[in-house]
């Protein structure tokens, strides 16, 4: 059971670790490489967006878009909000969606091109689709819960979609509501050991599927290969 | 509880011919599939006749022309009747691919509604 809580009670503090954890198979065999950070220094990150399109009532062929950036001055239009410039590659943002009205729903697909999903029958899931997807009463406007946590780092890109299920045509608003940190990262395999058997927090990007991930170049010597289980 | 963004009115100045009741920006009468039913909480009717004129709501099924239920609000000359019920506890449930229409015995009455869909 998914525990749906305030993204408030998520966000880490100074001096607290948490894991990045990148699947590399997660099929029969579950290998994934994870890397391990400790937040030096957190700031706010609120940003109300007040730019994403009028969507058709629900059934209009305008209901849904397709999956773009967040820009400034739209969906997929102006300069990208969570593009992290190249002077910050230890800046990571993490993050939930509040939305309002309720009835609109995002999807998300990060890095771009991979749409987070938990069913697993059928993939990959399109925008206006009846599953993978969280609204405005899964994640507030207002108290954006951990069903829309999002982690993005230097170089990974976030793209969304939006759906609107309701009868009226509807320019809705959102709020990204969490902290940027500036980390450090643990350098061996036996710190994240450490980490793992400390049950410190564990933040997978984009869900458990496996997908093509790329990692700043600063951090690859220092992320660290796990095989947990393997099906035979 | 609903959230005030949530909620949505029905505007229509309803005459002989049988009218649609769709949500403001919305454009259908027919309360979508997706759903499970649409709930109408506050109902103001004003007769802009003169004289006394009869409402009639009216559900259709999904096919948009079997009608399912229906129900008068009788009006006398310019009168305006206010019927204002909590959003949890509705006055009226169209179900999903339901249609609300509305006609009247005399032109026109100005309806106002406000509801839902859940």
Redesign the interface.
């Known amino acids: 059971m998914i525990k749906i809580k305030p993204i408030s009670q998520a966000i880490l503090n100074e001096g607290e670790d948490f894991i990045l954890a990148f699947p590399i198979t997660a099929r029969r065999t579950m290998e994934i490489a994870l890397a391990g950070f400790r937040v030096l220094r957190k700031h706010p990150l609120v940003y109300t967006w007040t730019s994403a399109p009028t969507l ?5 062929e305008d209901a849904t878009t397709d999956f773009n950036y967040v820009g400034e001055d739209g969906l997929g239009e102006g300069d990208d909000i969570f593009e992290i410039p190249d002077e910050y590659p230890w800046r990571i943002y993490h993050f939930g969606i509040g939305i ?4 609109v729903a995002v999807y998300r697909a990060y890095p771009a091109g991979y749409p987070t999903e938990g069913f697993a029958w059928k993939t990959p899931v399109s925008p206006g689709d ?1 599953r993978d997807y969280f609204t ?1 009463a899964e994640s ?2 207002d108290n954006p819960t951990t069903v829309s946590e999002s982690v993005v780092f230097y170089k990974l890109s976030f793209t969304i979609a939006l759906s609107n ?6 320019k809705p608003v959102l709020k990204f509501l969490g902290a940027a940190y500036d980390v450090a990262m643990y350098r061996s395999k036996a710190d994240l050991e450490t980490l793992l058997s400390r049950n410190v927090r564990v933040i997978t990007v984009g869900g458990l599927r496996e997908f093509p991930w790329s990692i700043p170049e600063e951090w690859k010597h220092y992320i660290q290969e796990f095989m947990f289980f393997e099906v035979k | 509880m609903v959230k005030p963004e949530d909620t949505f009115e029905i505007i229509a100045s309803v005459g002989t011919d049988e009218y649609d009741l769709k949500p403001v920006h919305g454009t259908s009468s027919q309360v979508p599939t997706r759903k499970f039913a649409r709930k109408i909480y506050a109902i103001i009717a004003t007769d802009t006749s003169g004289s006394a004129n009869t409402l009639t709501i009216r559900v259709y099924q999904s096919d948009g022309s079997t009608l399912d239920r229906s129900f008068n609000l009788k009006l006398s000359a310019n009168e305006t009747k206010t019927i204002i019920s909590k959003p949890d506890a509705p006055l009226l449930t169209v179900y999903a691919g339901e249609y609300l229409k509305a006609i009247a015995s005399g032109a026109s009455v100005s309806l106002v509604m406000v509801g839902y869909d859940l």
């Open positions: 058709e009532p629900y059934g209009s309002r009205p309720s009835d009846k405005g507030p406007f299920f309701s009868a009226q045509s509807v």
